[in-house]
């Protein structure tokens, strides 16, 4: 059963970079097959697809977040990360780590989910 | 970019009855739709991919069903667990993936 955990600070500063990283249990980054994904869920709302990384370190950014945006893995420790720079109120949001597919469409497995907020 | 639109936005039923979930598309993305359920405080739970394929796990209860533009997710009768809210979700325009704004099921 794979299962990916987020972790990092819950409270980032308006202009600052949110940094995330999410660990994989049960499986291997590695392997292939599968995109690394970070989505959001701003208050309230609905989600929002931010990017992907293959375990070769190829990225996709959704363009409206594309500028600000960093994905990174580290096959290592199974972990892969998110950096978003210039952060504003904005950004608050639940984020949420998923495995989606590159055969597939849909993602399998997510993350707990974890609440930053950004604030001063 | 394809606009996924759920109606209604809120469905108040009660156990029991059949619950009806609409998705529509404003281009085709062929039979490549998912659909979840989010409960308070969880993370996103896939039940159906590729229209109407149920996740593993997934009570025979739920059903998905259309393709191309109009996509349909069926509860056949509501269990009191089933009241959450539900999104659909699309990757027509790869790598972009879109969400569907939700439809509140709770109940009556």
């Known amino acids: 059963q794979v299962q990916l955990l987020e972790s990092g600070p819950g409270l980032v500063k308006p202009s600052q970079t949110l940094s995330l990283t999410c660990t994989v249990s049960?499986?291997?980054?590695?392997?292939?097959?599968?995109?690394w994904t970070w989505i959001r869920q701003l208050p309230g709302k609905g989600l929002e697809w931010i990017g992907n990384i293959y375990y070769s370190g190829s990225t996709y950014y959704n363009p409206s977040l594309k500028s600000r945006v960093t994905i990174s893995v580290d096959t290592s420790k199974n972990q892969f990360s998110l950096k978003l720079s210039s952060v504003t109120a904005a950004d608050t949001a639940v984020y949420y780590c998923?495995?989606?597919?590159?055969?597939?469409?849909?993602?399998?497995?997510w993350g707990q989910g974890t609440l930053v907020t950004v604030s001063s | 970019e394809t606009v996924l639109t759920q109606s209604p936005a809120t469905l108040s039923m009660s156990p029991g009855e059949r619950a009806t979930l609409s998705c529509r598309a404003s281009?085709?993305?062929?039979?490549?739709l998912a659909w979840y359920q989010q409960k308070p405080g969880q993370a996103p739970r896939l039940l159906i991919y590729d229209a109407s394929n149920r996740a593993t796990g997934i009570p025979a209860r739920f059903s998905g069903s259309g393709s191309g533009t109009d996509f349909t997710l069926t509860i056949s009768s509501l269990e009191p667990e089933d009241f959450a809210v539900y999104y659909c979700q699309e990757r027509s325009n790869w790598p972009l993936y879109t969400f569907g704004q939700g439809t509140k099921l709770e109940i009556k």
């Open positions: 998923a495995r989606g597919g590159t055969t597939v469409t849909y993602f399998d497995y």
């Open positions: 281009q085709s993305v062929r039979s490549y």
């Open positions: 049960g499986g291997s980054i590695s392997s292939g097959g599968y995109y």
